[in-house]
């Protein structure tokens, strides 16, 4: 587990431990309205579903979130294949100026959006050999953990329970046992579906939350944003001061001894 006041990223610092997702907005406004709000330096964006420059006709989403005001993050969202998730990297490497720095998924099914972790450790390996700097979506396991950072991934990123489902951290103890052993960051990723969950995530120790759809399906997206802001800035502070053991009975805040 990284202890740092801030965030570093492949080298690079960042005031924010919130990343997020760029889909599933009502328009590019709203997109950036809501990310401003929400504090964000890295803005992660589906490849394959967003154009970037890859469709010379269409609204760039470069244009409304430049990188020279946010990291971009290019993901593989949509890849079911280590070959697809590859050739998407390359892709936005060409798109973005030989940028370098992406967050790699592949997916096992449509149903579960399950990382498929035998095609996922396969992609790492092809895309740090050829020269990536590789944030990783991947299970809960803490062996699969190890291995993606062993392998040289720069960010270790385990669900907090399915893509899109809101249905916070199922996994608390499966996480705690990564961030024991981890040399590199370790960030939720997925399953956050309101401001308490990326809190308990932070105070599990994680160095940072990622999330897409809690913040774009809220019922106000720019509102839930600056409440994930504060969330995770909450549950660092309290991961940082440490909690009160808990107990099984009460426990006077005053002492007793020395009562009239």
């Known amino acids: 587990m990284i202890n740092s006041e801030q965030l570093v990223i492949a080298g690079k610092p960042y005031a924010s431990r919130l990343l ?7 328009d590019l406004e709203e997109t950036r309205e809501a990310i401003v709000a929400s504090g964000a330096q890295i803005v992660t964006v589906a490849v394959r579903r967003t154009n970037i420059g890859q469709s010379k006709d269409e609204p760039n989403l470069l ?51 399950y990382p ?53 951290i199922r996994n608390p103890y499966n996480i705690q046992m990564i961030l024991e052993n981890a040399q590199v960051p370790v960030l ?14 932070m105070e599990l120790g994680c160095d940072g939350v990622l999330m897409n759809t809690a913040i774009a399906a809220a019922s106000s997206p720019v509102r839930m944003a600056k409440a994930m802001k504060l969330a995770v800035e909450s549950g660092r502070e309290a991961h940082l001061a440490g909690r009160m053991p808990r107990k099984l009975y009460a426990s006077a805040s005053s002492p007793i001894d020395g009562l009239i």
């Open 63 to 113: 244009e409304i979130l430049p990188p020279e005001e946010f990291t971009i993050l290019p993901n593989t969202a949509g890849c079911y294949t280590a070959d697809d998730a590859v050739r998407t990297c390359r892709l936005a490497r060409e798109l973005l100026n030989g940028h370098d720095l992406v967050k790699l998924e592949v997916l096992g099914d449509q149903k579960t959006l």
């Open 20 to 26: 997020v997702g760029t889909g599933k907005y009502k």
């Open 116 to 168: 498929n972790v035998v095609e996922t450790l396969s992609a790492a390996k092809t895309l740090i050999d050829d020269g990536f700097k590789v944030m990783v979506y991947t299970t809960d396991d803490p062996l699969i953990a190890r291995e993606l950072e062993e392998m040289g991934c720069v960010a270790v990123m385990p669900l907090g329970a399915p893509i899109g489902s809101g249905l916070g």
């Open 188 to 201: 939720v990723d997925a399953g956050v579906g309101t401001a308490s969950d990326a809190t308990i995530a």
